[in-house]
């Protein structure tokens, strides 16, 4: 009888060991399941957050092309006003080469005596033309007393296009 006893606890023990392994066992797969469902939800996510991705980027590039779209028609633009001004001037070079051509007849052919031709050939060379050099009375300051020890003095130079620049008087 003892070793009935014996057995049967052992059997118990045992089948009160594999209980407990299977529940544990139980715990460590509803464990597996969650995870594997919030691998799922955000498996979705991503897939939400992809298309929006998608949508974005679309947005994007048709941005993108709208704007070189707009920078090709306007080089297009570019390039048609150029070559127009092109031809203009092309037309109007041709113009003015047959106006000098003109010009060429009128001054090179022999009028007779006493007409309008002059013969400009033997017209005296045109004298230098002198430029007026700033003159004292430019000078800044200068009202003809003499200025105060220590003091710069300035030279208002004036020059073609009308601006006007200081040099210091060394």
């Known amino acids: 009888m003892r070793r009935a006893v014996r057995v049967l606890t052992g059997l118990a023990l045992a089948s009160l060991a594999v209980s407990v392994i299977l529940f544990i066992a139980t715990l460590y797969t509803w464990k597996a399941i969650f995870q594997v469902r919030e691998i799922e939800r955000k498996m ?3 897939g939400l957050f992809e298309k929006r991705i998608d949508n974005k980027l679309d947005l994007f ?21 150029i070559n127009k001004s092109v031809s203009h001037n092309h037309d109007t070079l041709i113009g003015l080469d047959a106006a000098a051509a003109q010009l ?28 007026s050099v700033p003159g004292r009375s430019q000078i800044a300051g200068d009202t003809g007393a003499p ?7 300035y030279r ?6 009308g601006s006007v620049r200081y040099e210091k008087v060394r």
């Open 156 to 161: 208002r130079i004036m020059a073609l296009d």
């Open 61 to 81: 590039n048709a941005g993108i092309q709208s704007l070189i779209d707009k920078t090709n028609s306007r080089i297009s633009n570019i390039h048609a006003q």
């Open 44 to 46: 979705e996510e991503i």
């Open 104 to 131: 060429g007849m009128r001054f090179n052919s022999d009028f007779p005596a006493g007409t309008f031709y002059r013969n400009y050939a033997n017209q005296p060379a045109p004298r230098e033309v002198r430029r």
């Open 147 to 153: 200025l105060a020890t220590g003091l710069p003095r």
